[in-house]
């Protein structure tokens, strides 16, 4: 006989392993990325609501989830199973589905703890039910309806969930997360439905994570009951689901409109299946280890997956980070190179100098001189970021509406960059008013920010402001010249670096607060590989 493996060994890493998984993040828009959260997210659910609470209370009962699609009579078996009414039945569902968990009365207590579905609020009857729905701004509660009935027998839990092809996607959610807590799955579907297309999506994951699995074909006319279940199971058989055990409700009037019970009978295969399963301890223990390692086997495949999403997820990043440091890089060179050559030195610039100082007065340089540093800069970033745009388009991963917004702050670059700049001439007049004051010349001593547009301009305006540099040196003196133009030079790169980091820190911002790394690739493959050795 198959038993559960429960050692903490076990459980402890399969713990390491479900946090790795739920720290994976796939937040660029690549084309894998959607399905790769899906996996994810549905894998986190089984583990959180089905493996690791049935490893550590095996003692538990068997839980059984009633799904299938719309109208497929879902509830009404599961009246019929419980002998009464216990869940609302009805071909037109209501727009909020709620969960109904059904238990003997000494079993109760295993559902009242969070060890299944500890996202669901519990609720124990239809009045407390209506309480906790009622309207709580626009996000109602998720409940689990908890019932209990001493016409089950202990050991034993169904639960009917939510329609699989609900028109709320909450309910759709809301029905697989119910399924991935389950240890046996009943997929009910109809004699006129039987081959649609979500009924089958959800036998064939069972089949790959090779569950254990009851299918119910239900209403089925009597005229036709042969041939209905000799084509639904061969489609079974097709699908590599010959082995599973298949139960018949035939068309009666109690199930016309989902109203009233059907007769014990008509249900009475299927529950002595269930109440079989859960207390013969051989098939108990059968179905669980099935379901249990089912699962744990299906990680083998499912972890490399999400590994490589990750991985492809910070392969994506690097490329992104990289059109960004290419970008500024060139840039930052075409910004030294053309502050070498004097390039700011140029248009209303070039202008004031020429009327210096007869003209022009120091600040006026100064400000012309500051307003054609600012456009110098803010053309690179510019012409920077408008690279990174065309590279980021030709990336999937770039198209992202968290990577495309280019201000981040609500100010503009043009406003930062002024800042910036504006910044540079204060410190450049304070180096200037320093040197002064060295002069220890107060009568003779030449006005500060004359000396500072001095020096600004001979920075600035390479072979066009040697005059710059001799009319330094005659107010100051040669060695004060030297030494604020040594002083001034090292501010100058310290601000247009800063300028430019900035803007480049600026443009990596929305990738950097994705925090796509390279570890959840690693992490994901070592923790299979523990678990793997664990088992």
Not at 78 to 92: D, F, K, M, Q, T
Not at 142 to 161: F, K, N, W, Y
Not at 454 to 475: F, I, S
């Amino acid at each position: 006989m198959v038993t559960l493996d429960v050692r903490p060994q076990l459980l402890d890493t399969l713990s390491a392993l479900r946090d790795r998984v739920a720290a994976a993040r796939f937040p660029l828009p690549l084309p894998g990325a959607p399905r790769a959260r899906a996996n994810r997210d549905e894998l986190l659910a089984q583990l959180d609501d089905y493996l690791l609470p049935r490893l550590r209370e095996s003692g538990a009962p068997l839980l059984a989830v009633v799904g299938g699609s719309t109208g497929a009579g879902k509830s009404t078996l599961v009246n019929s199973l419980v002998g009464r009414p216990v869940s609302e039945a009805g071909v037109l569902r209501p727009t909020t589905r709620t969960p109904v968990l059904v238990c003997h009365p000494e079993d109760h207590h295993w559902f009242r703890e969070m060890r299944v579905l500890p996202d669901l609020t519990r609720v124990w009857g239809p009045e407390e039910e209506s309480d906790e729905l009622a309207p709580a701004g626009d996000h109602p509660a998720r409940v689990l309806r908890v019932e209990s009935a001493d016409t089950l027998p202990r050991g034993l839990a169904l639960l009917d969930a939510p329609d699989i092809d609900s028109l709320v996607a909450d309910n759709r959610l809301l029905a697989a997360e119910l399924i991935c807590a389950a240890d046996v799955w009943i997929m009910v579907t109809t004699a006129a439905r039987y081959a649609d297309a979500v009924p089958w999506h959800l036998l064939r994951t069972a089949k790959e994570y090779d569950a254990a699995l009851v299918t119910v074909l239900d209403r089925v006319p009597h005229q036709v009951v042969s041939e209905v279940s000799r084509q639904y199971g061969a489609l079974l058989t097709k699908a590599g689901l010959g082995d599973v055990p298949r139960f018949t409700v035939p068309e009666l009037p109690e199930s016309a409109w989902g109203a009233g019970l059907l007769p014990a009978s008509a249900v009475a295969p299927l529950k002595n299946w269930l109440v079989h399963h859960a207390q013969d301890p051989a098939a108990r223990q059968h179905v669980m280890a099935r379901t249990a390692y089912g699962l744990l086997d299906s990680l083998k495949s499912r972890m490399p997956e999400l590994a490589n999403a990750a991985a492809a997820q910070h392969a994506a990043a690097v490329r992104l980070i990289s059109a960004v440091d290419a970008a500024y890089d060139s840039e930052h060179a075409r910004v030294r190179d053309r502050l070498q050559s004097g390039a700011v030195l140029a248009g209303d610039a070039l202008k004031r100098w020429r009327a210096f100082p007869l003209d022009c007065t120091s600040g006026e340089l100064l400000d012309a001189l500051v307003a054609s540093l600012s456009a110098l800069l803010l053309c690179s970033v510019t012409a920077a970021d408008e690279r990174i745009d065309e590279a980021w388009r030709r990336e999937p991963a770039g198209a992202g509406p968290a990577l495309t917004a280019a201000e981040s702050s609500g100010e503009s670059t043009e406003h930062r960059i002024g800042v910036a700049v504006r910044r540079w001439r204060r410190e450049l007049e304070e180096f200037a008013e320093d040197e002064v004051r060295e002069l220890q010349r107060a009568a003779a001593a030449p006005d500060p920010e004359v000396v500072a547009a001095l020096v600004a301009t001979a920075l600035l305006g390479g072979r066009r402001a040697r005059g710059a540099g001799e009319g330094l040196a005659e107010r100051i003196g040669a060695h004060g010249a030297l030494r604020l133009r040594d002083r001034a030079g090292r501010l100058l790169g310290e601000h247009v670096d800063r300028v430019l980091h900035t803007e480049r820190e600026r443009r990596l911002g929305p990738l950097d607060a994705l925090d796509v790394r390279p570890e959840p690739q690693a992490t994901l493959i070592a923790a299979l590989s523990v678990l793997q050795k664990e088992r």
